[in-house]
């Protein structure tokens, strides 16, 4: 098996829309008689925006033309801390393989990919969400889980 992991472009504007209404709809356990239409859109227009001003960065992964998995990485400012001078945050989302493909390791290249480049970027506070499923891995590569942060729900 010879994986190909590259970067995504303004060319991939479907496939990582498709894949992230598959990842939202396997992660919320949807069925497939939802109307997942303004997720699409609005998923379609946020590629679209945040590829063209770097503020996401998408890895693919084919084996030879077969797409199996993707991976995904947003950066964003907040305010400067303590902890955090600079501000710069990234967040992991859309981390997807096929599940044929699975337990192969392709998502821990992915998320090491994903973790380097923001390293490059000087940014080291990195988070995420998890499924059940996904944390194992996250929890090998090191990721802890967060005990101060509260959400206000809808």
């Known amino acids: 098996m010879a994986l190909n992991y590259r970067k ?53 992964i084919f084996d030879d033309e ?3 998995g993707a991976g995904g990485i947003s950066y964003f400012q907040v ?6 001078p600079t501000g710069k945050k990234a967040y992991i989302m859309n981390m997807y393989t096929k599940p044929e493909y699975r337990r192969q390791g392709i998502a821990f ?15 080291n506070a990195i988070s995420l969400e998890t499924t059940d499923m996904g944390r194992p891995l996250y929890t090998k590569y090191g990721f802890i889980k967060m005990n101060d942060e ?3 729900p809808n």
């Open 8 to 60: 995504a472009t303004i060319v991939d504007l479907k496939i990582l829309t498709e894949t992230r209404i598959e990842v939202l709809s396997a992660a919320n356990q949807l069925s497939n008689d939802v109307d997942m239409s303004e997720v699409r859109k609005q998923s379609y227009e946020y590629y679209q925006n945040s590829l063209q001003n770097d503020t996401h960065l998408a890895y693919l």
């Open 66 to 68: 077969k797409f199996v």
């Open 79 to 84: 305010m400067p801390t303590y902890h955090n």
């Open 109 to 123: 290249k992915t998320l090491d990919l994903l973790v380097a480049d923001a390293k490059t970027k000087g940014i």
């Open 150 to 152: 509260m959400e206000l």
